[in-house]
């Protein structure tokens, strides 16, 4: 079956740190871009952060310089290191996989991350 499973979220006092981690089974992971997006509390789901198959990044402007994204295709994982954390960082994060050659995308349960002030 395909799946993506999120795990790491958790409670963190501002300033923390967390160390989200994707797992992916049931497509090759390799070939896939895969994203990061999060989900607040009455707000739209926005794109965090964005890994291409071919190892290109990208960021959201608010999470530049203390977010970084990463994957190891031996594990069929992506990660969101996340440091510096905010109260406003507090969401529900969802890992992502884009579609691609006419494959849908796929979206896993997400994981929520509460930063303390």
């Known amino acids: 079956q395909v799946h993506l499973v999120e795990s790491g979220g958790g409670l963190v006092q501002a300033g923390g740190s967390l160390r989200l981690s994707c797992a992916a089974s049931?497509?090759?992971?390799?070939?896939?871009?895969m994203d990061w997006y999060r989900q607040a509390p009455g707000k739209q789901r926005e794109l965090v952060a964005g890994?291409?198959?071919?190892?290109?990044?990208n960021y959201a402007d608010y999470v530049k310089g203390r977010f970084t994204i990463s994957r190891d295709n031996a594990k069929n994982t992506v990660y969101l290191q996340m440091n510096s954390l905010k109260p406003e960082d507090t969401a529900v994060y969802y890992c992502?996989?884009?579609?691609?050659?006419?494959?849908?995308?796929?979206w896993g349960q997400g994981t929520q991350d509460t930063v303390s002030s």
């Open positions: 890994f291409t198959s071919g190892g290109n990044t």
């Open positions: 049931g497509f090759i992971f390799r070939i896939n871009a």
């Open positions: 992502h996989r884009r579609p691609l050659y006419g494959v849908t995308d796929l």
